[in-house]
């Protein structure tokens, strides 16, 4: 008998914990609710007692949440569909406030099965999130969406953050927003690989035009130099030098021995100094 009411009383004590002991994880807090009236001071992390049938405690996760938003259609500012648009937001509540959440947004939180606790005002946040995801989207052509990740994450957060804190000022932090995917229609891809390739044909003749403009500029150097050659070159063709040149040219003449050399009757300017003796007139 004594071992059955050990047993018994091992059962009771083990029941009665249960029912009014409350253990919440480390980063969450909890609201306590008792006859209905919720306490405006949250509960800490730990183990906490309750009355049961009279004081209920609610746990809500006070670190950071992810919400996922898939199979987007937005449009964009071009008024063409995307095709599917997956995006992640994360968010955090400030653990002093949730009490205040849990009565202002009573049907906005969303229990999670594998924490067993509740994601705070989860609805309103992805609703608002929604909202500026296509808000974002609209703003954009459709043609550059697939080069502009980044800064679709950012308006999205921006645009998200100014929604919350509109209403619950300091109560919420988007903490990040990430691109997942973005797929445009199947004729807009069509479009984006013609701009491209457009693009990559108007750098080809870009970089033509300017082997063009660079072999230009190489001919009038060339060209120049020429001009500045023959410039010096005739500078220096003085009457006197050329008076120079022919009399040792001449010169050579006459010591070869016999040679038949024509004068131009217009030579005018220049007299050639010969020996008499050796020239022949015909």
Same mark, same amino acid.
């Given at each position: 008998?004594?071992?059955?009411?050990?047993?018994?009383?091992?059962?009771?004590?083990?029941?009665?914990?249960?029912?009014?002991?409350?253990?919440?994880?480390?980063?969450?807090?909890?609201?306590?609710?008792?006859?209905?009236?919720?306490?405006?001071?949250?509960?800490?992390?730990?183990?906490?007692?309750?009355?049961?049938?009279?004081?209920?405690?609610?746990?809500?996760?006070?670190?950071?949440?992810?919400?996922?938003?898939?199979?987007?259609?937005?449009?964009?500012?071009?008024?063409?569909?995307?095709?599917?648009?997956?995006?992640?937001?994360?968010?955090?509540?400030?653990?002093?406030?949730?009490?205040?959440?849990?009565?202002?947004?009573?049907?906005?939180?969303?229990?999670?099965?594998?924490?067993?606790?509740?994601?705070?005002?989860?609805?309103?946040?992805?609703?608002?999130?929604?909202?500026?995801?296509? =808000?974002?989207?609209?703003?954009?052509?459709? #043609? @550059?969406?697939? *080069?502009?990740? &980044?800064?679709? %994450?950012?308006? !999205?957060?921006?645009?998200?953050?100014?929604?919350?804190?509109?209403?619950?000022?300091?109560?919420?932090?988007?903490?990040?927003?990430?691109?997942?995917?973005?797929?445009?229609?199947?004729?807009?891809?069509?479009?984006?690989?013609?701009?491209?390739?457009?693009?990559?044909?108007?750098?080809?003749?870009?970089?033509?035009?300017?082997?063009?403009?660079?072999?230009?500029?190489?001919?009038?150097?060339?060209?120049?130099?020429?001009?500045?050659?023959?410039?010096?070159?005739?500078?220096?063709?003085?009457? =006197?030098?050329?008076?120079?040149?022919?009399? #040792? @040219?001449?010169? *050579?003449?006459? &010591?070869?021995? %016999?040679?038949? !050399?024509?004068?131009?009757?217009?030579?005018?300017?220049?007299?050639?100094?010969?020996?008499?003796?050796?020239?022949?007139?015909?």
């Amino acid at each position: 008998m004594r071992s059955v009411a050990k047993v018994f009383f091992g059962v009771l004590v083990v029941t009665l914990l249960y029912f009014t002991v409350v253990l919440i994880e480390s980063g969450n807090v909890g609201v306590r609710k008792t006859l209905g009236k919720v306490n405006p001071e949250e509960v800490s992390p730990g183990l906490n007692f309750r009355v049961p049938a009279v004081t209920r405690i609610t746990e809500f996760v006070g670190k950071e949440i992810a919400i996922d938003l898939t199979d987007l259609t937005p449009k964009a500012a071009d008024n063409l569909s995307l095709r599917d648009m997956d995006v992640t937001v994360f968010y955090k509540a400030a653990s002093d406030q949730i009490a205040d959440l849990y009565v202002k947004y009573a049907n906005a939180h969303q229990y999670d099965k594998e924490s067993d606790s509740y994601f705070p005002a989860y609805r309103l946040v992805y609703r608002e999130a929604r909202r500026a995801a296509y =808000e974002t989207v609209a703003e954009i052509d459709s #043609l @550059t969406m697939h *080069k502009k990740r &980044e800064q679709i %994450a950012d308006s !999205i957060e921006a645009r998200l953050q100014q929604t919350l804190d509109s209403n619950d000022p300091g109560v919420f932090e988007v903490t990040r927003v990430v691109i997942r995917s973005v797929l445009t229609d199947p004729s807009i891809e069509e479009s984006i690989r013609e701009a491209v390739a457009n693009q990559k044909r108007l750098e080809a003749k870009q970089v033509m035009v300017e082997i063009e403009r660079k072999n230009a500029e190489i001919e009038a150097i060339r060209a120049q130099g020429i001009a500045d050659a023959n410039n010096i070159i005739n500078q220096t063709l003085t009457t =006197e030098y050329l008076q120079h040149e022919l009399n #040792l @040219t001449l010169q *050579k003449f006459a &010591e070869t021995g %016999a040679n038949t !050399i024509v004068v131009p009757a217009n030579m005018n300017g220049f007299d050639m100094i010969l020996p008499t003796d050796k020239l022949t007139k015909r």
